[in-house]
């Protein structure tokens, strides 16, 4: 037995539901996939088409602005690292001159920065321990005393 293509072609709209409805052995409800006719074809086509450029102009501008995105996120995190490891330390490193006074009672080097505010302490080297020789022994020689 040959299979009909098509049946029914003498109806249309409600009266072809109608028909099938009241000649078919059996109604199975069930997802198939319905042929396009040739008009539907060439819209799903076109549509197809502007749509995949319309997504390609879409992914080249992505593409754009995600590198934007990634340069600026490369720099705030940078940004935020630094203020991290700022708020970690309690200050900012800083490069500078920082001033050594020695310490004669503790035979220290006390190191304050340009503001005036004491940094730290460290031992005294031997350069400077010599420096602080000289320069008592240099007093003792003016003054005759050792103040």
């Not at 098509?6 to 409600?14: F, L």
């Not at 069930?30 to 749509?51: G, H, M, N, P, T």
């Not at 992914?59 to 991290?84: F, Y």
């Not at 009672?105 to 460290?122: F, I, P, V, W």
């Amino acid at each position: 037995m040959e299979i009909v293509q098509k049946i029914g072609e003498e109806y249309e709209g409600e009266g072809l539901i109608s028909y099938l409805r009241h000649t078919a052995d059996s109604i199975v409800a069930q997802s198939y996939v319905r042929k396009f006719d040739a008009e539907e074809l060439r819209k799903e086509q076109w549509d197809f088409l502007s749509k995949s450029l319309e997504y390609d102009e879409v992914e080249v501008e992505k593409k754009r602005i995600s590198s934007e995105h990634v340069a600026k996120m490369k720099t705030l995190k940078s940004e935020i690292n630094q203020i991290k490891n700022n708020l970690r330390d309690e200050g900012v490193l800083t490069k500078g001159e920082l001033f050594g006074f020695r310490n004669e009672e503790t035979r220290q080097m006390d190191l304050y920065d340009s503001l005036g505010n004491y940094m730290y302490s460290r031992a005294m080297s031997a350069t400077e321990r010599q420096g602080f020789l000289m320069q008592g022994s240099h007093i003792k020689a003016m003054t005759g005393t050792e103040n």
